[in-house]
């Protein structure tokens, strides 16, 4: 398992965290175009359910939800679903700070700390996801009759 409280740091890049008070800001990627177009669910969420889905993740003993942070800045944020002895891993770049090589760094310092094998669903065509998969040590598995792409790494990770 994620150790929760861990501070988890490479150079100037560290995951912490979500908690409450981080709703607007993840509201506000939730939102951003990109994001939904990359999100099993496309549609605008509204606050009130974006605030009950943050306390319900922030309870839920089988989700990790992290804020990442470079030089103090949020500036991503990464979601490891645990569930049949496999963490599912799921990321958003803030729109700020895409392009950087942030989304590489940030799944690959969370993919390093977990023993377990790790999935992540990538939606074809987006090429920088399935770059980020393949970075943090995923291998591509297949394509789903829905256009998706499921990146695997099943071998324990020693490094962590
Ligand atoms: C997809 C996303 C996470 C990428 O984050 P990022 O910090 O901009 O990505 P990085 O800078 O780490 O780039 C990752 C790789 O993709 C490449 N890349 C970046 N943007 C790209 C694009 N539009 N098309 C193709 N490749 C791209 C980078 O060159 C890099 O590859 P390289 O190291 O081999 O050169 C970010 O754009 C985002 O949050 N998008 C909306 C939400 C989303 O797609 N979430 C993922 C759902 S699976």
Redesign the pocket.
């Known amino acids: 398992m994620i150790n929760r409280t861990e501070q988890n740091r490479t150079e100037h890049l560290s995951l912490r965290p979500a908690t409450i008070e981080d709703a607007e800001m993840l509201f506000k990627?939730r939102n951003?175009i990109?994001?939904?177009?990359?999100?099993h669910t496309t549609e605008e969420v509204k606050l009130d359910k974006h605030i009950g889905w943050l306390k319900a993740t922030l309870e839920n003993k089988n989700r990790q939800l992290f804020v990442t942070e470079e030089n103090g800045v949020a500036?991503?944020t990464v979601r490891a679903d645990y569930a049949d002895s496999v963490y599912e891993l799921?990321?958003?770049?803030?729109?700020e700070?895409?392009?950087?090589?942030?989304?590489?760094?940030?799944?690959s310092l969370l993919a390093n700390k977990i023993n377990e094998p790790i999935r992540?669903?990538?939606?074809k065509g987006?090429?920088?996801?399935?770059?980020?998969?393949e970075?943090s040590g995923m291998k591509f598995v297949r394509e789903d009759s829905n256009n998706v792409l499921h990146y695997q790494r099943d071998e324990i990770n020693q490094k962590a």
């Not at 700070?97 to 799944?107: E, F, H, W, Y």
């Not at 987006?126 to 998969?133: L, P």
């Open positions: 990627w951003d990109d994001t939904r177009m990359a999100s500036v991503g799921s990321w958003t770049v803030s729109p700070a895409r392009g950087k090589g942030i989304g590489k760094r940030m799944v992540a669903e990538v939606k987006n090429d920088a996801s399935s770059r980020i998969a970075y």
